[in-house]
């Protein structure tokens, strides 16, 4: 669902209607939210219950940094796409920061891609494979 809603806001023409952008951000949420909370509980189910405050610290750390990290691709983007393109308001400017926009969402769309596949693997990996910590 994360990368469906990623795909809606990349690939639809700016003169659509701006809910058709909301129904794709609404989307992609929902989808990260479902999938944090399956990879989170798989996780920690490969654990031995004594350390499951630590894992989940851990889960919520790295949540926080990657989205520390992501906020940060996110504004690199834009400056980037924005440097030298007249002032704020003008056309050129706008342009640019709309291009800067594509290419955060194409990054974002990398990675969601990426971490569906390592997922996948984890999750076909255990069926083929259990762990087993006893």
Not at 10 to 23: A, C, D, Q, Y
Not at 86 to 109: C, P, R
Not at 128 to 134: C, E, K, S
Request: net charge neutral; with cysteine.
């Amino acid at each position: 669902m994360a990368l469906a809603g990623l795909l809606i806001m990349l690939f639809i023409p700016g003169s659509v209607n701006i809910w058709i952008r909301i129904i794709g951000y609404i989307v992609y949420m929902c989808g990260c939210t479902m999938s944090f909370a399956n990879t989170m509980t798989a996780g920690l189910a490969n654990i031995p219950p004594t350390p499951h405050a630590d894992g989940n610290a851990m889960f919520n750390t790295l949540q926080q940094l990657g989205g520390a990290v992501g906020t940060t691709v996110m504004a690199l983007c834009l400056s980037i796409a924005q440097a030298g393109h007249g002032t704020v308001g003008s056309d050129d400017y706008m342009q640019a920061t709309k291009q800067g926009g594509v290419w955060a969402l194409t990054i974002v769309s990398v990675f969601v891609v990426v971490a569906t596949l390592a997922n996948l693997r984890a999750f076909l990996n255990e069926r083929r494979h259990p762990i087993n910590l006893d």
